[in-house]
């Protein structure tokens, strides 16, 4: 299912840009080579292990450029995957599956390293309430695709940009003057605008958390790179009265540790700015 974030509009604006950027005036390999009457077949080949995420996306790109076009899916986004499975064949105008084929393989792998990676830290983290979140640090332009292979990975979406939240981080603080008059300056902007946007403090030190708890104000505390037995006492410090969230140098090392000193959530931008893409291939049969 679709995040509500991804629309149609959405979804015809990345693809046309997308398809601008590669195409251009035309496909002159297949225009070339390709007679114009040929019709193939294609299958999407799994060549290692991961999770499949990309399918919805791949479907819309094939219609964008050819309704004709005929698709059978035989593993959904989700989906684990082994070396040789097939996620779908596609069948139709050679010419137009040639277009489609690195827009597709493009989105798909970089999806699937996404959901690959989102899925085996949710796993260290079973057993925990913890939540397991993303960040802002994606890429330009395909930002909203990078968080939706996040949820197919059975991770789940912080902010989507700097208009959905207030998160006063160190730099604001700074400059601000001090973590007081940073939240009480975000309450006044939003009292301002009558807006009612949750807001998110960092924290560096014990000593910023206790102003922060002097204050209150927020919705979520972020401990930033804390040692466990440091958020262990943040944690005991909060007592519940907002939700923590563990953030900065979380490792598949560390992941388990953190999430059982008690915090709320976890983000880590390695999700998406540290990927690998899962190798995948559309391959004529």
């Known amino acids: 299912m679709r995040p509500a974030y991804i ?100 989105t798909m792998q970089r999806m699937s390293g996404i959901a690959t990676g989102t899925r085996r830290l949710v796993k260290l983290v079973e057993g925990t309430a913890v939540k397991l979140l993303d960040t802002r640090k994606t890429t330009p332009n395909f930002r909203l695709l990078e968080k939706w292979a996040v949820v197919i990975g059975g991770g789940h979406n912080h902010r989507l940009g700097l208009f959905d939240m207030i998160m006063i981080k160190d730099n604001h603080i700074d400059i601000a003057g001090g973590v007081e008059p940073a939240i009480v300056r975000a309450k006044d902007y939003l009292r301002a605008l009558n807006q009612k946007l949750p807001i998110e403090i960092e924290v560096r030190s014990l000593e910023e958390l206790d102003e922060v708890l002097a204050i209150g104000g927020v919705d979520v505390i972020m401990l930033d790179n804390m040692t466990p037995e440091q958020m262990t006492q943040a944690v005991k410090r909060i007592n519940g009265r907002f939700k923590t969230e563990a953030s900065g140098g979380i490792t598949e090392v560390t992941i388990r540790q953190i999430a059982l000193t008690g915090v709320d959530y976890i983000s880590v931008g390695a999700l998406t700015h540290s990927v690998r893409s899962l190798d995948l291939s559309l391959k004529i049969f």
Not at 69 to 84: A, F, R
């Open 7 to 106: 629309t149609d509009n959405f979804l015809n604006q990345f693809i046309t840009q997308a398809l601008r950027e590669d195409v251009g005036e035309g496909d002159h390999t297949s225009l070339a080579v390709i007679p114009a009457d040929s019709v193939s077949r294609a299958r999407l080949l799994v060549k290692e292990e991961g999770v499949l995420a990309g399918v919805e996306v791949a479907l819309e790109i094939f219609n964008h450029i050819d309704a004709t076009l005929n698709t059978e899916i035989y593993l959904k986004d989700g989906s684990e995957v082994k070396p040789g499975d097939v996620a779908f064949v596609v069948h139709g105008s050679s010419r137009s599956m040639l277009m489609a084929e690195r827009l597709v393989l493009n």
